[in-house]
């Protein structure tokens, strides 16, 4: 009988996780479909999802304003702040297991500034030296510096304090916003003005040819991460624990700085800054779904990628014809969130 009660207790408890998983997947599809016909030209969830479906299934799709709308320009938009989305909310994540400390975000902790910094770079004194992946490159050598600086500041002999990582990502990142700014002052004013742009977010250059890359790091990513959904899960418990379960933690805590690294470089380098993300998304989703990475994991990519999608949509609408930086957006969601923690933790 209480074999029977606690296979019935088990699966309960899954189907509670996995409900609010499945809602998150419906609400990404519907967001793409109706944030795909939002715009100055407003076109009807229905003809929306016809055109992408005809496109998808090789249908004769009839060429028109329509078309070319939602299939040219916004769905390459939608699903590119989709990708960015679910990638800075995953590096979030990790970033908060390796550290120990969920305050921790690719942003605080200053490896969005650092891939900032190799962006700007390349874009304004290097250009193509090694092709057409030297933005992406650099900005990932700017992250991974930045990363090392941080945990060298944040260590405390062979031990990371959670605290001292999260003011050392503060000064680390206020260090490299300024390097970039110095770029910015000492490069050509005109190329100047639209890499400023670029650096406060957005999603404006997307295309179809731009998915690429960025979804090749993504999936390789995230698929490693899917394999170290025990080690996370150990990390959180504390070193001593992690340990005791046989997680080589040093090995570990540098691979997942690393992913978290290369992950937030290759959506800075299509999309620029955009903060907060990683640090909304798995506080939201350990609500729904608890603090169990075979469930986190899949749940903060799908509301990272709701939450951009949609922040998205308020750039280009909220002061339209013009269009907003999306970061603009997510700092202003992100720092009420972050004061919002701080008020129920005291």
Not at 78 to 96: F, K, P, R, Y
Not at 285 to 301: E, K, T
Not at 319 to 346: N, S, W
């Amino acid at each position: 009988m209480e074999t029977i009660g606690t296979s019935a207790s088990i699966a309960q408890t899954r189907r509670k996780t996995c409900l609010p998983i499945a809602l998150l997947t419906l609400l990404l599809l519907v967001s793409i479909v109706v944030a795909t016909g939002l715009g100055p030209v407003s076109i009807r969830p229905a003809v929306t999802a016809r055109i992408v479906f005809e496109h998808l299934s090789g249908a004769s799709a009839v060429a028109g304003a329509q078309d070319n709308i939602v299939w040219l320009i916004r769905l390459p938009r939608v699903l590119l702040g989709a990708l960015v989305g679910a990638t800075l909310a995953v590096a979030g994540m990790v970033l908060q297991a390796a550290t120990g400390n969920r305050l921790a975000d690719p942003h605080l902790l200053g490896v969005s500034s650092g891939a900032s910094v190799g962006a700007v770079a390349a874009t304004l004194w290097i250009g193509a030296a090694l092709g057409p992946f030297t933005l992406s490159a650099l900005a990932f050598a700017g992250a991974l510096a930045a990363t090392s600086l941080v945990i060298a500041l944040g260590a405390r002999g062979r031990r990371l304090d959670s605290q001292r990582l999260l003011l050392s990502g503060i000064a680390v990142s206020f260090v490299m916003m300024a390097c970039a700014n110095l770029l910015l002052y000492l490069g050509d004013q005109r190329a100047a003005a639209s890499v400023l742009f670029w650096m406060l977010g957005g999603l404006g250059l997307a295309s179809w040819d731009m998915l690429g890359v960025p979804g090749s790091f993504a999936a390789g990513g995230l698929l490693l991460l899917v394999g170290r959904r025990r080690e996370l899960n150990a990390l959180m418990s504390g070193d001593i624990v992690a340990t005791t379960l046989g997680v080589n933690v040093a090995r570990i805590r540098g691979e997942l700085f690393a992913v978290s690294s290369l992950l937030t470089a290759a959506m800075v380098a299509v999309s620029g800054t955009i903060g907060f993300v990683g640090l909304v998304a798995p506080h939201v989703c350990r609500r729904l779904v608890g603090a169990d990475h075979n469930r986190l994991l899949p749940a903060s990519a799908l509301f990272g990628a709701i939450m951009l999608i949609w922040a998205d949509v308020a750039a280009r609408m909220l002061v339209a014809p013009d269009e907003l930086p999306i970061g603009v957006i997510t700092a202003l969601l992100g720092g009420a969130f972050f004061v919002a923690i701080m008020q129920v933790r005291r």
